[in-house]
């Protein structure tokens, strides 16, 4: 695993994953997660909904922060303690979405390491939130 | 859309979602979120982390609740507005997680659902939190 | 298993299931049937064929066909047992499939269940055929 | 295109296309057709219903057929216009299954082709059936 140690970590620091969100990811995120919401598969009844088009499941741009936690920062070998997430606006189909996660905490006694995420698309926020993680410290 | 109208809703309403987590659920939640940490895609790394072995992403268990909340209750046509996640064990490649969600509380003048939502591995507990959701009225 | 019973079944009952039909699923299909035929997955072939571009493989529409059945009615729980299919007019890519079955026959010596089936885009066939289930009787 | 002209082809004509159906094949089935019996996708469930195990969609065999008939016998350039299918045994996971079909009648005013078309697992049947294929005559 080469992620940071706890030791390495400072309160500011920051890291970004983005991707653009495809039809094909849409799907085989209904295939993993088993969500069919007609939201997600189906145009026709998508354009009778309140977002008038299909979009992305939440979970599918969350995943995004668990990628940007998960291999940058603190990155491989971090516990997954607890996340929160505000959904804030859809997610349309071609959009790319970036996760940003900010550390805004450092609790030396359990090496728990909190952080601002975030996931914009063309700069505004569709879903914003804080992660805890566990992060070993320097053996 | 045929999920239920916010009047059909009743405190402690339940409904589940259950699915076996396969090494191919791994791979593509991995292509789709971008999370390529080595505990979940490198048998031999995940060896020497704390859990000896790999396991799944927590966020895919966590799109089983989404899958519970978007494809039974509420149902098609709600709008995901918040999401809890506590992460308390991991999910090992083969676990069949079982997402379970119950109506705690109902806010009818912004049409809000609160939902305790819990993912179980053979009864125990591997994800707990709450989600909230805004359900259209009866038109 | 949450399907109906057979005693729960009468002539005449239906159900739908609809998808949108991407290049995603062309691809996906095309990986686990094996069928690479051109016409689904060669766009410069598929404009010199009878359809003049890629079109749905037949059998992933009727995949959805298997959808309605297996998650909806009779649902789970359900044996399949014959299907017939007769192929109608192609799927563009893009195009909203919506399977509808609806029970035609029931055989209660043998608790198999007869159900007309058909697929449509924009209302028009595309495939139509016939379905027969075995479904358990109430325990 | 490349398949056979209707002036090619003879009674008794054959050819064979065999996959390993696996987790993965089940999954991504279950995506494109949208059918997430239970059956297929939830290990405990399945373990509970008439086959004791998750077992592949029969579609998804069938599937194999269209493999067979649209790259092979006739080949691509044939239109699919009818497909009858008798499930007749479950298929398991790791099971290896071959479509096999054999031309058995031709119908040169409508360049109409008919074939019987199997699948077997270990030499046994699990799908039979019959096709009729459209085929191009000679330019």
């Given amino acids: ?9 400072v309160i500011g620091q920051t890291a970004s994953f ?4 495809t039809e094909a990811d ?13 939201v997600h598969i189906n145009a026709e009844a998508a354009a ?4 008038k088009e299909r979009v992305a499941h939440g979970m599918l741009s969350a995943g995004l922060i668990s990628a940007a936690l998960g291999t940058k920062l603190p990155g491989p070998g ?17 959009a790319t979405v970036t996760a940003t996660v900010i550390i805004t905490a450092l ?9 601002d995420t975030v996931c914009t698309v063309g700069g505004k ?13 320097r053996p």
Avoid: W
């Avoid at 695993?1 to 970590?9: A, N, R, V």
């Avoid at 609790?107 to 952080?115: E, F, M, S």
């Fill in 26 to 38: 849409i799907l085989l995120f209904a295939a993993v997660s088993g969500d069919t919401n007609p």
């Fill in 48 to 51: 009778l909904s309140l977002f």
């Fill in 18 to 21: 983005a991707k653009t969100i």
């Fill in 107 to 115: 609790d030396p006694k359990k090496n728990h390491v909190t952080l």
């Fill in 125 to 137: 926020p569709v879903i914003d939130g804080e992660a805890v993680m566990l992060v070993q410290g």
């Fill in 78 to 94: 971090c516990i997954y303690l607890n996340q929160s997430l505000r959904f804030r606006a859809p997610v349309k189909i071609g």
């Fill in 1 to 9: 695993m080469s992620g940071y140690f706890f030791e390495d970590l």
